[in-house]
């Protein structure tokens, strides 16, 4: 089946420090890569869409500036969490899909993300 | 708008009882999808199925089963004889348009404990 692979899967930082997070699919091409945040005990939220090419689509409330997302091939999108604080510390997690359609969307295993 | 609600937070039952997880859900998309996942403590997300509006028909795989009824607005899911790797949180979610491609909405989870 359609794999994706999200790096790294866990990262501890100092406030102040910008976070880089990898979204691959292994063996399809992604037209388009989803980000969303997990804060504990709650439910997934997205942050943004992404689109191969293209600028990001962005939901209410997230900061644009603040979390950079790049998908600059069909095989990989970045989501850069710049000057992160510790309210930033999250469960990040990508999903990627293939074409249009009705193709489902795979999910990366998520990145634990602790700002000290 | 689209909105899904999984109004028990938490369920804990013991181990070969059966165990239903509710799910509604509100849309004004005639076209739409359904999703039931699995978050196990390690973080990732385990998919277990997805269906469109317009398959009715209720599933059976192994020990999990699904009851969609529009009538109702609901994708209810049932663990029969459930075991203690059962133990996990369970998202409903709910992607609305033609496409699935269109982003997912999460309901908040359940959170499913099974006691040996």
């Known amino acids: 089946g359609a794999v994706v692979s999200q790096h790294p899967s866990r990262v501890i930082c100092k406030s102040g420090t910008s976070v880089k997070i990898e979204c691959r699919s292994l063996d399809f091409q992604a037209t388009t890569m989803f980000w969303y945040r997990q804060f504990p005990k709650q439910s997934l939220m997205l942050m943004a869409t992404s689109n191969e090419g293209s600028k990001a689509t962005y939901e209410q409330g997230v900061e644009k500036d603040k979390f950079l997302i790049n998908h600059a091939s069909l095989t990989l999108s970045t989501l850069t969490v710049t000057s992160a604080h510790p309210e930033d510390s999250s469960f990040y997690i990508c999903?990627?899909?293939?074409?249009?359609?009705?193709?489902?969307?795979?999910f990366g295993d998520g990145t634990r993300l602790s700002i000290l | 708008a689209q909105k899904v609600t999984q109004a028990q937070t938490e369920i804990s039952v013991v181990e070969k009882e059966d165990v239903t997880l509710d799910c509604v859900y509100e849309t004004r998309d005639t076209t739409y999808y359904l999703f039931w996942y699995k978050q196990p403590p390690s973080g990732e997300l385990v998919f277990l199925i997805r269906r469109n509006s317009f398959d009715e028909q209720n599933e059976i795989s192994g020990r999990y089963s699904w009851n969609f009824q529009k009538s109702t607005s609901s994708f209810n899911f049932t663990i029969t004889a459930s075991q203690v790797v059962d133990s996990a949180v369970y998202f409903c979610a709910l992607s609305a348009g033609y496409s699935s491609a269109s982003k997912i909405i999460f309901g908040s989870g359940t959170r499913l404990s099974i006691r040996p």
């Open positions: 999903s990627a899909m293939a074409g249009g359609g009705n193709q489902p969307q795979h």
